[in-house]
């Protein structure tokens, strides 16, 4: 089920990007907010985060709205990799674009392709749904926690050498001036996602599911002419998106069906409790274990189609709860693509524009890590605690 559901946001998301709502609402933010070198940054990584759960792949949030943007904002205030003016602003303004989108991509269900697919696999094991509202309440203290401190450590790790940028909401303010006034298509686009978001929120106590709503959502659009058929038959990324999703969970079906999970989070968990730690301190050890193994993957899709169910096994034998294991690997399915250059799909634009040295991006990114998982493991922790996971 929730594979049709990613499907559907992809096609959801192609009204935000053809009726010019999306990019409508970044630079308004921009215009409001980015006087300053931080205050830009925060104005871009809030918009990026606004947008997020509708439009649910990052590379096409990345490429096609925020990377865009940004590197013209950058070029505009005379910050070219080019001229070797990089560290004037661009450098800094890149790198936290890039890393609070693996945050942005945590708080959603739909907000990044690969998280459908670790709920259906959380789903098959734990034999219990995870809902898109719990999912977002379980992610939205670390996540806002994540998102207002990462551009002011990143200021502090790696200052731009420029902190105002007067010209920025000027630039910003031209660009609204070319859009015009509201368009019908953007009004439509932007009722079909309030009307999606707030089921997808409070669906669940009136019987409606994620994916009915999302499919109500794109029915408005599709009745409206705002999205095509022919562009949602043309949408390759979410065809392919589709299919690769049937691959993985038969992979990690057979993965089980043959004894890898069992025999895998069986050895673990007797390295684990040989430890004799309490089932938090064993899950940090888990949480440790899957997040850094992420540097031998090439994407979060296929980190969780080959590690997800056994590190989520490992962690309930260790006497996690369920839900609680579930949500929290799932969301940092996302967080641990901040560490590369190809670990998500929002890493080629922004590593490749050239304004951050790749040695620098590593050893940032590493950083970031560690700052990350302390705040979902402790402050994510005590939320949960709160709302009940455990």
């Not at 509202?133 to 790696?158: E, F, K, N, R, S």
Request: hydrophobic residues 55%; glycine residues 12%.
């Amino acid at each position: 089920m929730f594979r049709w559901l990613i499907a559907i946001a992809f096609w959801l998301s192609g009204g935000f990007i053809k009726s010019g709502l999306g990019n409508r609402i970044a630079y308004g933010i921009v215009a409001l907010f980015g006087k300053t070198t931080l205050g830009l940054t925060y104005s871009l990584v809030f918009a990026e985060a606004l947008l997020a759960p509708a439009i649910p792949s990052v590379a096409a949030r990345a490429g096609g709205i925020f990377f865009p943007l940004a590197k013209a904002l950058c070029l505009a205030c005379g910050s070219d990799p080019a001229k070797g003016t990089e560290k004037k602003m661009g450098a800094y303004v890149m790198k936290t674009l890039f890393q609070t989108s693996c945050i942005s991509s945590a708080m959603f269900i739909t907000a990044m392709a690969a998280n459908p697919l670790a709920v259906n696999l959380a789903s098959e094991a734990l034999g219990q749904p995870i809902t898109w509202g719990a999912w977002a309440l379980a992610g939205i203290v670390p996540g806002l926690i994540c998102l207002t401190a990462a551009p002011l450590i990143l200021y502090v790790l790696y200052p731009p050498e420029t902190k105002d940028t007067p010209d920025a909401p000027d630039t910003a303010k031209k660009e609204l001036e070319k859009l015009g006034p509201l368009s019908l298509d953007e009004k439509i686009t932007a009722g079909a996602f309030a009307v999606t978001v707030g089921l997808w929120i409070f669906g669940a106590s009136i019987g409606i599911n994620a994916v009915a709503a999302a499919l109500l959502g794109l029915t408005i659009l599709l009745v409206t002419n705002v999205v095509k058929w022919k562009d949602c038959l043309g949408d390759n990324q979410a065809w392919d998106t589709l299919t690769w999703f049937a691959a993985l969970i038969a992979m990690a079906a057979h993965l089980n069906q043959f004894g890898f999970i069992k025999w895998f989070s069986g050895n673990v968990v007797n390295l684990v409790g040989g430890l004799g730690l309490s089932w938090q301190s064993s899950f940090g050890v888990v949480v440790l274990l899957y997040f850094y193994s992420h540097y031998l993957f090439a994407s979060g899709a296929a980190h969780i189609g080959a590690m997800y169910t056994a590190f989520l096994s490992v962690a309930t034998a260790c006497g996690t709860p369920g839900m609680l294991a579930a949500i929290a690997l799932g969301q940092l399915s996302n967080v641990m693509g901040c560490l590369s250059t190809y670990g998500i799909g929002s890493a080629p634009p922004y590593f490749g524009a050239g304004y951050v040295p790749q040695s620098k991006w590593y050893q940032l990114g590493f950083i970031m890590s560690v700052f990350y998982i302390a705040v979902w493991m402790f402050a994510g922790g005590a939320w949960w605690k709160v709302i009940g996971l455990w």
